[in-house]
């Protein structure tokens, strides 16, 4: 079996965490069981980019339970959890190429591995793989049943190549479906966010000054989390609607240039480049904290900050860098702008990712077993499958709902009853 992983020894310590995550993965647990009888994917090669974590080796699991050949490849060169990667392949015979720290090179390396798999299904999360599959490997797109986008920034980026007219294999927007947003985007990057910032400085939140850069499903989470803690909270935003959602949610809303002086802290969860730019860290005070939560490593704009500063000091603490600007001033970068709850945190609790995980699983169920209905757009994920998964994690949570009653269902079908 083909892997590239930091060290095959770690694994003990990976199948206990994926174990562990398992335990919190109810509804997963169950698709698991269904495909090991079904076999949906029974001798098809599947490629997985995705974030290499406990909650992605039990989506692994799931998938080669069904009959897959999958190999896993990091959509994020921070990300990877290498104990879990360890496991994957030593306990569950997963192929995986990724490492925790890995450069450019080597995280590109391995995705086009990936694709020399000759996959028939795909899963993202920010679209690196498909971006491949519509250069160098092109030649391939043509055998490819469905590709999965897990985040907001990978569907952004596919909705422009289909409106471009050059979107070459059938998407599902598994970002969109709303089992995974309202949940995973919401209290997963809430949590995991303030995790993330926790372990890396350690800081107090009550008291703090928090400046949330977007306002969409990951930016309320976090600022909602942040308030709860005790935070002083400033929305900054673009979108006219989501800012009065912002301010009638209870939040300060102002520009970031006016925020820049008066936060302790900056987080960025917008998906736009050069959220945090010069003129900001210009006005930023001598301690401020900056960091991002949102896809790629380009909403601070770490290249001028380099060039303002003096002296750059890594590591003051592991995923904490000094830049000082001048004697009375330093600003200070968590993670080197990458995602911090992946990066300084383990990313979203299991309990979220399962919902987030379920609809990938069952998206790809659904594209093998509809690929010849499925044209070459951004397709989103049935209502039924939303409906399903939820029914399922609404009863491992042991929640019941009510019923609408035939009377109501006639009176909710009717336009004739008026006031
Ligand atoms: N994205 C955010 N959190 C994650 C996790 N725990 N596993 C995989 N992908 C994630």
């Not at 001798?43 to 799931?62: D, K, P, Q």
């Not at 209290?187 to 910032?197: A, F, P, V, W």
């Not at 969860?269 to 900056?290: E, P, Q, S, Y």
């Not at 750059?312 to 990458?338: F, M, Q």
Request: net charge positive.
């Amino acid at each position: 079996m083909n892997y590239d992983i930091k060290d095959i020894k770690l694994s003990s310590e990976g199948k206990k965490r994926i174990e562990w995550a398992d335990k919190d993965m109810p509804v997963l647990r169950e698709i698991r069981v269904d495909f090991q009888k079904t076999k949906p994917f029974k001798g098809m090669n599947i490629s997985a980019c995705l974030h290499v974590t406990a909650e992605t080796a039990n989506l692994a699991r799931t998938l080669k339970a069904g009959g897959a050949n999958v190999v896993l490849v990091a959509s994020n060169p921070l990300s990877t959890q290498d104990d879990v990667a360890a496991s994957l392949v030593k306990d569950y015979k997963i192929e995986v190429l990724a490492i925790k720290g890995e450069n450019r090179e080597t995280y590109y390396k391995h995705l086009r591995q990936a694709l020399k798999h000759a996959p028939i299904i795909t899963l993202d999360d920010g679209a690196d793989l498909i971006s491949l599959l519509h250069s160098d490997f092109s030649h391939l797109a043509k055998d490819i049943k469905g590709s999965m986008e897990e985040t907001t920034t990978g569907v952004i980026r596919l909705k422009s190549l289909q409106e471009s007219g050059n979107l070459n294999l059938p998407v599902i927007a598994v970002n969109d479906a709303k089992t995974k947003n309202l949940f995973d985007n919401r209290y997963g990057t809430g949590q995991s966010t303030l995790d993330g910032i926790i372990r890396a400085t350690d800081m107090l939140i009550a008291g703090k000054t928090i400046v949330v850069a977007g306002y969409g499903w990951c930016g309320r989470g976090f600022a909602t989390r942040a308030r709860g803690m005790g935070a002083k909270v400033i929305v900054t935003e673009v979108d006219e609607i989501k800012a009065l959602e912002a301010s009638m949610d209870g939040f300060v809303v102002m520009p970031m240039e006016e925020a820049a002086s008066i936060g302790d802290l900056f987080c960025t969860l917008t998906g736009d480049l050069h959220v945090v730019d010069t003129k900001h860290f210009k006005k930023m005070k001598d301690g401020a904290i900056v960091c991002n939560s949102g896809h790629f490593d380009v909403e601070i704009n770490l290249d001028s900050l380099k060039k303002m500063a003096k002296k750059v000091n890594k590591g003051l603490r592991e995923n904490v860098n000094e830049y000082v600007i001048s004697d009375k001033k330093s600003i200070y970068v968590l993670a080197e702008g990458r995602l911090i709850n992946l990066s300084a945190a383990e990313g979203h609790p299991a309990s979220v990712m399962d919902m987030s995980f379920a609809t990938q699983a069952l998206s790809c169920e659904y594209v093998v077993k509809n690929s010849d209905k499925l044209n070459k757009a951004v397709h989103n994920v049935p209502a039924s499958i939303e409906i399903k998964i939820a029914r399922l994690k609404l009863k491992a949570l042991g929640v019941s709902i009510d019923k609408l009653s035939p009377e109501q269902k006639k009176y909710l079908a009717s336009w004739k009853i008026g006031t």
